[in-house]
């Protein structure tokens, strides 16, 4: 199946988090600023290329999409609430608009 490329939402992912995403760890990917039209989101990381497919989307401010119920599906490697929210806020330094989380599953061909 073929996609237009204007129309696949593009991440740029460090290593980690990527190979979270590629391990299926991470189910939920948070970005600063208003969702992203598309359907598959593309993550790219160095020479790496991972397309998963979006299935939900959520849009607020960071506590809010991130919570009890999901932060272990956003951050994996966080074991309190705080450490997904201080490691989210670290990438985001000084930010605090609104915040985009997008469900993602495997992408299947």
């Known amino acids: 199946m073929k996609f237009k490329v204007s129309n696949l939402p ?16 991470k189910t939920i990917d948070v970005r600063r600023g208003n969702p992203r039209n598309g359907e598959i989101a593309v ?11 979006i299935i939900r989307r959520e849009t607020g401010k960071l506590a809010d999409i991130v919570r009890l119920d999901n932060f272990r599906l956003v951050i994996p490697s966080a074991l309190i609430l705080e450490d997904a929210l201080d490691y989210l806020r670290g990438l985001y330094i000084g930010y605090e608009g609104v915040f985009s989380a997008y469900y993602i599953v495997p992408f299947e061909n």
């Open 10 to 25: 593009l991440f740029r992912t460090k290593k980690e988090p990527f190979e979270w995403l590629r391990s299926n760890k």
């Open 43 to 53: 993550y790219l990381s160095g020479r790496s290329v991972l397309r998963m497919k």
